[in-house]
T-cell receptor, first 114, second 112 residues
Framework: KAGVTQTPRYLIKTRGQQVTLSCSPISGHRSVSWYQQTPGQGLQFLFEYFSETQRNKGNFPGRFSGRQFSNSRSEMNVSTLELGDSALYLC?????????????FGPGTRLTVT | AQSVTQPDIHITVSEGASLELRCNYSYGATPYLFWYVQSPGQGLQLLLKYFSGDTLVQGIKGFEAEFKRSQSSFNLRKPSVHWSDAAEYFCAVGDRDDKIIFGKGTRLHILP
């Protein structure tokens, strides 16, 4: 069974631009969560989607948004990029929603904002 | 607010030696507790989890962890480390909204 895939793996953007990251979950998984990982703040929860609905949201500004499609694939968008948005963005999928279900992580998308 | 503290940013042990990584959490009720490992350039992999019941939990790759409510701790142990265990280890807690909150991580270095 294929694992969680994230595209692109690396991305360089300029301040003020916007970016869209994609996550394809493991087949059969209906929940997708997104995390931002930085050396200073560590891993921070962005949001979780289950059956195309945002179920949970972390403490991030409205510039960070996401969505989930009927096939469970998910995208996250960051508008008006800032230098501080440079990070590894990790996606995780699970069979169900919430902490009870094991999360399987993708390799991440490394975003660099210049 | 729920939080997780991993007091050791870096730990170095010799190959074959025992390992203990510390984790303390702040949570009002019985928490869901996790340990994840992240190898360079990789995503996170779940090592083990505690939801309820036996406070000593066995995981993959020979790891175990013990939940101690009185100390609000969930330390990870391994009796004998291998060079391939060099990685970053994250403790995490599931909060009442079912979000998972991660500690800042402990980077494990292995001496040959």
């Amino acid at each position: 069974k294929a694992g969680v895939t994230q595209t692109p793996r690396y991305l360089i953007k300029t301040r003020g631009q916007q970016v869209t990251l994609s996550c394809s979950p493991i087949s059969g998984h209906r929940s997708v969560s997104w995390y931002q990982q930085t050396p200073g703040q560590g891993l921070q929860f962005l949001f979780e989607y289950f059956s195309e609905t945002q179920r949970n949201k972390g403490n991030f500004p409205g510039r960070f948004s996401g969505r989930q499609f009927s096939n469970s694939r998910s995208e996250m968008n960051v508008s008006t990029l800032e230098l501080g948005d440079s990070a590894l963005y990790l996606c995780a999928s699970s069979l169900g929603a919430g902490a009870l279900y094991e999360q399987y992580f993708g390799p991440g998308t490394r975003l660099t904002v210049t | 607010a729920q939080s997780v503290t991993q007091p050791d940013i870096h730990i170095t042990v010799s190959e074959g030696a025992s390992l203990e990584l510390r984790c303390n959490y702040s949570y009002g009720a019985t928490p869901y507790l996790f340990w994840y490992v992240q190898s360079p350039g990789q995503g996170l992999q779940l090592l083990l989890k505690y939801f309820s019941g036996d406070t000593l939990v066995q995981g993959i790759k020979g790891f175990e962890a013990e939940f101690k409510r009185s100390q609000s701790s969930f330390n990870l142990r391994k009796p004998s480390v291998h060079w391939s265990d060099a990685a970053e280890y994250f403790c995490a807690v599931g909060d009442r909204d079912d979000k998972i909150i991660f500690g800042k991580g402990t980077r494990l270095h292995i001496l040959p």
